[in-house]
T-cell receptor, first 117, second 110 residues
Framework: GAVVSQHPSRVICKSGTSVKIECRSL??????MFWYRQFPKKSLMLMAT?????????EQGVEKDKFLINHASLTLSTLTVTSAHPEDSSFYIC?????????????FGSGTQLSVL | DAKTTQPTSMDCAEGRAANLPCNHS???????VYWYRQIHSQGPQYIIH???NNETNEMASLIITEDRKSSTLILPHATLRDTAVYYC???????????FGAGTQVVVTP
């Protein structure tokens, strides 16, 4: 099956620093990628939808200047958490929809656990 | 997209079939039923989806009632590795967002 690679799997950073998370579709092209965050024992919350070559669409309540999303190619989307604070600590997950998809079968990365000290 | 209702949790004995219910009474005619699961600290994994006919693949079977207001995901022979949160999602097959509800925590015990 299609593989989505997400890196890093775990990152610990100091408050005020920025962290970049990469999401790559390894064996398919993805026009659309999605970014989610998940707090402990909670469900996934959609943060934004990124389309290759255009600006991301953010969900209500998600600060676009805080969570910078870049989808520069059909196989790579990045999420940068700028000036991270402890409340940004969470599990971040990306998913990708194949370019030729005709349904909502999405492929997910393995997630990034962000801990801000 | 229609909302879904799932039990919060359920236990299942290893080797037995696990039947996971999902209620989607407000489903509309062009909405599909999707099932994903998330094993702890991993990204979700697609399981199966269907419109109105029952579906089966190597992972599971999906039984959709005739009125389409509910469905059941069947894991035929549950293993310990099937312990996960299972999400039932109703969605049209069009460009859009996949939103996750609370899901059902399934624990498979020896």
């Amino acid at each position: 099956g299609a593989v989505v690679s997400q890196h890093p799997s775990r990152v610990i950073c100091k408050s005020g620093t920025s962290v970049k998370i990469e999401c790559r579709s390894l064996d398919f092209q993805a026009t659309t990628m999605f970014w989610y965050r998940q707090f402990p024992k909670k469900s996934l919350m959609l943060m934004a939808t990124s389309n290759e070559g255009s600006k991301a669409t953010y969900e209500q309540g998600v600060e676009k200047d805080k969570f910078l999303i870049n989808h520069a190619s059909l196989t790579l989307s990045t999420l940068t958490v700028t000036s991270a604070h402890p409340e940004d600590s969470s599990f971040y997950i990306c998913s990708a929809r194949p370019q030729e998809a005709t349904n909502e079968k999405l492929f997910f990365g393995s997630g990034t656990q962000l801990s801000v000290l | 997209d229609a909302k879904t209702t799932q039990p919060t949790s359920m236990d299942c004995a290893e080797g037995r079939a696990a039947n996971l219910p999902c209620n989607h009474s407000t489903i509309s005619g062009n909405e599909y039923v999707y099932w994903y699961r998330q094993i702890h600290s991993q990204g979700p994994q697609y399981i199966i989806h269907g419109l109105k006919n029952n579906e089966t693949n190597e992972m599971a079977s999906l039984i959709i009632t005739e009125d389409r207001k509910s469905s059941t995901l069947i894991l035929p022979h549950a293993t310990l590795r099937d312990t996960a949160v299972y999400y039932c999602i109703v969605k049209t097959d069009s460009w859009g967002k996949l939103q996750f509800g609370a899901g059902t925590q399934v624990v498979v015990t020896p």
